[in-house]
């Protein structure tokens, strides 16, 4: 009997060791399958540009942080269109997100080595008006338009509108530009400047300024209807170095999707995006990001979509100014297209 038990306890005792040696192999395997999936992750060097064409990024920043993203992403935040054209230019960014007439530019200037993968903000400006006078672009006629961008976007896409409303901008109205959106938007809440072409988000600078100064035009709108719903004014995105985007297919895929999600998860979550914006320095003040993200146009268009809704934006600038798009009108092969 006591024989008995001497076996069974030995017999307990080995298939206790078992287990625990089993266990312990178990949670080694998993570490290791741990260890090698975050060796995986493709490293992305990402420059965000500061203001509305950054916020669409931000939670998934915040993902990146908190370990959950699909790559391995590193941000920089820069201030200006400039930085992200050096950055792209010199490889120290894989993806960046330009203004769509510098991704544009870029794609000549470079002879083809950047793509545009998505559109991700549409316009951006609004006419402002201390005042009640102006319901329509028509209202436009006779009037000051104090506004940025002189030689520059603002000034061509200001142009096409009151054209195609009738308007001659060099004779049916005075524009007075000047250099900084700051000082725009001390001239409008001072109540120098009566009528104005704002971006955001100055916006919301200006109003929380001046409670008298309200949004009479938003120019998004007048676009498509100035192009009859041919175009968008899709002034946001996101682009490639080509050779990255070759050589790893599969990551930007994810990130396309992650960026989407972002995006999506800014518009539907206000608070928190705000929050993140003044996190990562995207926007200064969480309460300016909440105010101003209604009137950021975020979006996400990409492939076939993108390239027909931008082209007719493209052609309004390249009429203005070749320059202003790099000297010429980009191929299909500009636009990346995963499904072709």
Do not use: H
Request: aromatic residues 8%; hydrophobic residues 40%; contains cysteine.
């Amino acid at each position: 009997m006591k024989t008995t038990k001497k076996l069974l306890a030995l017999l307990f005792a080995g298939i206790l060791s078992f287990a625990l040696l089993a266990g312990c192999a178990d949670d080694k395997a998993s570490s290791k399958a741990d260890e090698i999936s975050s060796d995986v992750k493709t490293k992305i060097n990402v420059a965000v540009i500061k203001g509305p064409s950054g916020i669409g990024m931000v939670n998934l920043m915040e993902e990146n942080s908190e370990g959950f993203a699909a790559n391995d992403y590193s941000f920089s935040i820069v201030s200006s269109p400039e930085e992200i054209v050096n950055k792209i230019s010199s490889g120290q960014a894989d993806l960046a997100t330009p203004p769509t007439n510098l991704a544009a530019a870029l794609y000549k200037n470079t002879s083809g080595k950047v793509q545009m993968l998505a559109a991700s903000t549409t316009g951006v400006l609004y006419i402002m008006e201390n005042g009640e006078t102006i319901k329509s672009v028509a209202d436009l006629k006779g009037k000051t338009i104090y506004s940025t961008g002189q030689g520059a976007n603002p000034e061509y896409i200001l142009n096409y509108i009151l054209s195609q409303n009738g308007i001659d901008p060099k004779k049916d109205v005075t524009i007075e530009f000047r250099t900084e959106n700051d000082e725009l938007a001390t001239l409008l809440a001072t109540g120098t400047a009566r009528i104005a072409l704002v971006p955001e988000p100055f916006v919301t600078t200006v109003m929380t300024k001046n409670p008298d100064i309200r949004v009479a035009l938003d120019i998004t709108e007048e676009w498509e209807n100035a192009s009859g719903g041919e175009s968008r004014l899709l002034m946001g995105c996101v682009i490639g170095r080509r050779e990255f985007v070759d050589n790893n297919q599969e990551a930007v895929l994810e990130f396309l999707n992650e960026y989407k999600a972002s995006i999506e998860k800014a518009i539907s979550d206000v608070e928190g995006t705000a929050a993140l914006c003044e996190k990562y320095g995207i926007i200064p003040k969480a309460a300016v990001a909440k105010a101003a993200l209604p009137r950021c146009g975020l979006t996400y268009i990409d492939g076939q979509d993108m390239m027909e809704q931008i082209k007719g934006y493209f052609d309004v600038l390249f009429n203005a100014n070749p320059k202003s798009v790099g000297g010429a009108l980009p191929d299909e092969a500009f636009y990346y297209n995963p499904k072709k």
